[in-house]
């Protein structure tokens, strides 16, 4: 694993907040980083020869770490995934009102093959 972290990190904002940049990691086949919320709640990205796994399972281990995940559309068309903290749900809609009028299309968490 490398990484290229920022003494000063570049701030932007997107849709009235702010973002903070502080770099990037670097991760080769088998490798796996943890990010890790406020709350102590984990997600993992893990790199393969084929890409990434962009996280543990949606419907087990996401869920035993209190997220809750969406499957989010934006007025441009753009789908996006987002990792829910489950007692942050009602900020989480609110969010989305004020965000390109962004709609969920699915808690992937709750979808179950038939």
Known sequence: MKTDFKNNPRIFKVKGFKVKDYGKIYLKDGEMVSFVTESGREWDFAARKWGLYVGPS?????????????????EQGQLYVNAV???KIEEFKEYLKT?????IISWLDEWMRD
Do not use: M, P, Y
């Not at 965000?99 to 709609?103: G, W």
């Open 99 to 103: 965000n390109q009028n962004n709609k």
């Open 85 to 87: 903290e489950e007692d």
């Open 58 to 74: 949606v419907n087990s281990r996401l869920k035993k770490e209190g997220f809750k995940v969406a499957l989010v559309l934006n």
